[in-house]
């Protein structure tokens, strides 16, 4: 069961619906009475607005029961991690107020990336950096639009090559173990069923087994239209002419509908053909801006369909 993995690493391009369906799949993790981490990497994508009205920041902050969240600041994780790695987190602190560390660190390749990646791996641990945090049974990433944030997931190996022994290596290799580690890490894409986030989530299919070793484990399809017409319907709507504005109105709206709704019908079903992994899907919501509601009834669906 994807919803009982430690580790639940959610991709997609921005607007998809990837914070909207991690913040269900939070609520839906926290009502099998796991204590449920949502992250999000800051300087990319925000949170769900709903949860970014409770001022969700880089400190783990707890939005409703069994259910946290955090912003992780790569510059922020980068210090951390400095700090666990020199044993000393004064003298973090003071590299990092000097301008010209900040230049070097800027510049280092991947460490930003590779600091924010032990942060996620460092809040699955039961035994965590500093005494009194919390532990959590699920953390689940909100992970960053880019290159549908494989980047972040090559970089432990990329500094497991570079760093061939000693901590670095060592605490590289933990957090691939457990990139790596189908019992532990699950892999869900979000997309729209539109032609462009079709293709990418193929293509991301395709890319994620070189990147971790492991395949994606199910496909989330968001914001699907009902079929509200069947075809004859259509046909019917399509040859009426209207005899008056709202009426003309009404038909050029159903029209519309009735077209999207196929569109949609056929970006999923050549979705379905092509993946591997299985695909399931979330209905858009008519509603000006979500509440906690839709979220809630998100998270039942998404229960139910990746049980
Ligand atoms: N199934 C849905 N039905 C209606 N609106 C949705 C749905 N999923 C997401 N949205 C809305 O779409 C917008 C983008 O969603 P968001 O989750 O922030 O996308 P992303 O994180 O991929 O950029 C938000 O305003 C959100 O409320
Ligand atoms: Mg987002």
């Known amino acids: 069961m994807i919803l009982d993995r430690r580790l639940i690493y959610v991709t997609g391009k921005g607007g998809v619906g990837r914070s909207t369906v991690s913040a269900a799949l939070g609520l839906a993790c926290a009502a099998r009475g796991r204590r449920t981490i949502l992250c999000e ?35 922020a994780a980068l210090r951390d991690w400095l700090a666990s790695q020199l044993g000393s987190r004064m003298l973090s602190r003071v590299l990092f107020d000097n301008d010209a560390f900040r230049y070097f660190a800027a510049a280092a390749p991947g ?86 986030p079709v293709n990418e989530t193929l293509e991301l299919e395709r890319a994620l087994p070189d990147a971790v070793g492991q395949e994606l484990d ?21 040859a009426a002419a209207g005899s008056s504005a709202p009426a003309r109105h009404a038909l050029a709206a159903a029209r519309t509908e009735g077209h999207r709704a196929r569109g949609q019908q056929s970006q ?31 998270a039942a669906e998404l229960e139910r369909k990746l049980a």
């Open 111 to 196: 460490a930003r990336e590779m600091a924010t990646i032990v942060k996620v791996w460092e809040l699955t641990l039961p035994d965590r950096w500093s005494k009194g945090a919390q532990t959590y049974d699920t953390v689940i990433v909100d992970a960053p639009a880019s290159g549908h944030g494989l980047g972040l997931l090559r970089t432990p190996g990329t500094f497991a090559g570079l760093a061939r022994v000693g901590p670095i290596r060592k605490q590289a290799d933990r957090v691939s173990e457990l990139l790596g580690d189908p019992e532990r890490t699950a892999y869900l894409a979000v997309a729209l069923p539109e032609e462009m």
């Open 218 to 238: 199910a496909i989330v399809v968001n914001g699907l239209h009902p079929r509200r017409f069947a075809k004859p319907e259509l046909e019917v709507v399509g």
């Open 268 to 298: 999923l079903a050549r979705l379905r053909r092509r993946a591997t992994a299985p695909v399931v899907t979330l209905p858009f919501v008519f509603a000006p801006e979500l509440d906690r509601e839709d979220l809630d009834a998100m």
């Open 41 to 75: 990497v800051a300087e990319q994508d925000r949170l769900s607005r709903v949860f970014r009205r409770a001022g969700v920041g880089d400190e783990e902050a707890e939005l409703t029961e069994d259910l946290w969240a955090i912003s992780i600041d790569p510059w």
